[in-house]
T-cell receptor, first 111, second 111 residues
Framework: NAGVTQTPKFQVLKTGQSMTLQCAQD?????MYWYRQDPGMGLRLIYY???????DKGEVPNGYNVSRLNKREFSLRLESAAPSQTSVYFC??????????FGPGTRLTVT | DQQVKQNSPSLSVQEGRISILNCDYT??????FLWYKKYPAEGPTFLIS?????DKNEDGRFTVFLNKSAKHLSLHIVPSQPGDSAVYFC??????????FGQGTELSVKP
């Protein structure tokens, strides 16, 4: 039982490049989330998926897109990376919308 | 407009003493509150939670207190141990299961 897994762990992009962050959970959770963590800002919700087949914007969705591929997987895509998207990205999942369980994070640098 | 605030960026405590971490919120519609602990280079891990209908919840060395009239949440750790040194985030649940996080407080427990 791996919980929530994220790939890659680290990534360096040049401005304008695109990439997809992958997230998978094996806890049979219904809801999945993407957050970014920046110094002094806590964790801010980018997008979430309350259930398979649905996605909604969070607090900071601009510049990102998501896909809920199936119940297990929820990916985050940066179409044209910008230096302001340098951050640590966390994926999380939840069974009933209360406690969320987080992955280990992806550290992204955009130069 | 920060709905969940942790006004102390850092806290230093002697081993064996009590650690008190504080959190304030503005939205009276939050129905559930959580504390997460985060070590460097890892994802946040769920620590303890409390429903808005309660004023106290205890789990071993960790106790969370909720004062709804003051819109204030606190986490007490007794006794504090060096392994408790981490960043602690409080979070509040909105309708639909979204969490709003505070900025975090870095706790350092000195031997």
């Amino acid at each position: 039982n791996a919980g929530v897994t994220q790939t890659p762990k680290f990534q360096v992009l040049k401005t304008g490049q695109s990439m997809t962050l992958q997230c998978a959970q094996d806890m049979n959770h219904n809801s999945m989330y993407w957050y970014r963590q920046d110094p002094g800002m806590g964790l801010r919700l980018i997008y979430y998926s309350a259930s398979e087949g649905t996605t909604d914007k969070g607090e900071v969705p601009n510049g990102y897109n998501v896909s809920r591929l199936n119940k297990r997987e929820f990916s985050l895509r940066l179409e044209s990376a910008a230096p302001s998207q340098t951050s640590v990205y966390f994926c999380a999942s939840s069974l009933q919308g209360y406690e969320q369980y987080f992955g280990p994070g992806t550290r992204l640098t955009v130069t | 407009d920060q709905q969940v605030k942790q006004n102390s960026p850092s806290l230093s405590v002697q081993e064996g003493r009590i650690s008190i971490l504080n959190c304030d919120y503005t939205n009276s519609m939050f129905d559930y509150f959580l504390w997460y602990k985060k070590y460097p280079a890892e994802g946040p891990t769920f620590l303890i939670s409390i429903s808005s209908i309660k004023d106290k919840n205890e789990d071993g060395r960790f106790t969370v207190f909720l004062n709804k009239s003051a819109k204030h949440l606190s986490l007490h750790i007794v006794p504090s141990q060096p392994g408790d040194s981490a960043v602690y985030f409080c979070a509040a649940r909105q309708q639909g299961g979204k969490l709003i996080f505070g900025q975090g407080t870095e706790l350092s427990v000195k031997p």
